[in-house]
């Protein structure tokens, strides 16, 4: 029955998007982590991404992350600048204390800027943060 199901909530997991230097394309890029802000390890994280608007949409992109320990981050993706005008939304699921999570978290377009910017918990950055 409904009323026996707990949907756990997800509480100090979040997404954040960073400007960083990439050695490889000699620019600077935009990345994706998924940070890991409890005291417990997160086994089994999957990441699925996509951007959309109203008139396009990207491909889903799976991205098995494994597992994340205490306090610390995981690279997720470069978005390219042309998805930074486009919703971005980021499904994750995870086991942690014997329990299954989901939460999506959306970054609205337009809002991957650096007018943006804020500290970034554990990773000691400024990028743009959704809790």
Do not use: C
């Not at 299954?100 to 990028?127: H, S, W």
Request: proline share 2%.
């Amino acid at each position: 029955m409904k009323k026996d199901i707990e949907i756990p909530i997800v509480e100090g997991v979040y997404i954040a998007v960073l400007k960083e230097w990439d050695d490889e394309f000699l620019a600077q890029t935009w990345n994706s982590y998924i940070i890991n802000d409890r005291d417990v390890t997160i086994e089994m994280v999957l990441v699925v991404t996509k951007g959309y608007d109203e008139e396009r949409k990207t491909s889903l992109l799976r991205h098995g992350i494994g597992t994340i320990a205490p306090k610390s981050s995981a690279k997720i993706e470069m978005l390219q600048e042309e998805l930074l005008k486009m919703n971005n939304e980021f499904a994750v699921t995870f086991f942690a204390d014997s329990k299954l999570y989901e939460k999506k978290y959306i970054f609205k377009k337009n809002t991957i800027n650096e007018n943006a910017f804020q500290d970034i918990p554990v990773m000691d950055q400024r990028g743009v943060l959704i809790k």
